[in-house]
């Protein structure tokens, strides 16, 4: 079966730390793996999209970075503010083109 | 601004009631997705749309309805049967569909709870 897990469930942080949220995923055969933001009671957010043949991808603050043989991948967050405080969501696809989500890392950042 | 219309952003639903949530898109996207976010849970999908007039059964379709009459509209039916259709519903689109690299795009949610 084919699940998604992200470790931490929840996370609270001074403001200025960096941060790594981690995901993995049970088959490492997928397409491709994206990283969501999803403030309360809000639609998510596309942060970032890493294709299965690329190592990292970075934006801003944020670097993803992917490792499909050992299924996983982290969400790197420098300097962190409490505007970044949200829920973090590692979603998977495979060739079936439908995205598998982990169930979120729930992130504080307090000043 | 191209995005995704999701209204309305909350709706209560009676016993034995049907209730339509709308999602539209100004993107000129082809592939249009509905999911369930439950507390505690991953989103799972429940139905979904590669191209007009066109829709497959996600993971948990059984008591929903789904119309993809025009391509910027995706309206999904919580019907009767769904017996637990309390839960937060969110609406994404995506350029194409089967080409495995493309994002996708979501709605803000509409919250679904019952009288």
């Known amino acids: 079966k084919q699940e998604v897990t992200q470790i931490p469930a929840a996370l609270s942080v001074p403001e200025g730390e960096n941060l790594v949220l981690n995901c993995s995923f049970t088959?490492?055969?997928?397409?491709?793996l994206q990283w969501f933001r999803q403030d309360p009671g809000k639609g998510l957010t596309s942060l970032l999209l890493?294709?299965?043949?690329?190592r990292e991808q970075t934006s801003g603050r944020l670097n993803a970075s992917l490792d499909k043989s050992s299924g996983r991948s982290t969400l790197y967050i420098a300097a962190s503010q409490p505007g970044d405080s949200a829920t973090y969501l590692c979603?998977?696809?495979?060739?079936?083109?439908?995205?598998?989500f982990g169930t979120g890392t729930r992130l504080q950042v307090f000043p | 601004d191209g995005g995704i219309t999701q209204s309305p952003k909350y709706l209560f639903r009676k016993e034995g009631q049907n209730v339509t949530l709308s999602c539209e898109q100004n993107?000129?996207?082809?592939?249009m997705y509905w999911y369930r976010q439950d507390p505690g849970q991953g989103l799972r999908l429940i139905y979904y749309?590669?191209?007009?007039?066109?829709?497959q059964k996600g993971d948990i379709a059984e008591g929903y309805s789904v119309s993809r009459e025009k391509k910027e509209s995706f309206p999904l039916t919580v019907t009767s049967a769904q017996k637990n259709p309390t839960a937060f519903y969110l609406c994404?689109?995506?350029?194409?569909f089967g080409q495995g690299g493309q994002p996708q795009h979501f709605g803000d949610g509409t919250r679904l709870s019952i009288l």
């Open positions: 994404a689109s995506s350029i194409d």
């Open positions: 088959d490492s055969a997928i397409y491709n």
């Open positions: 890493i294709q299965s043949s690329q």
């Open positions: 979603a998977v696809i495979y060739n079936t083109d439908k995205l598998i």
């Open positions: 993107l000129n996207h082809d592939a």
């Open positions: 749309s590669q191209i007009v007039n066109d829709f």
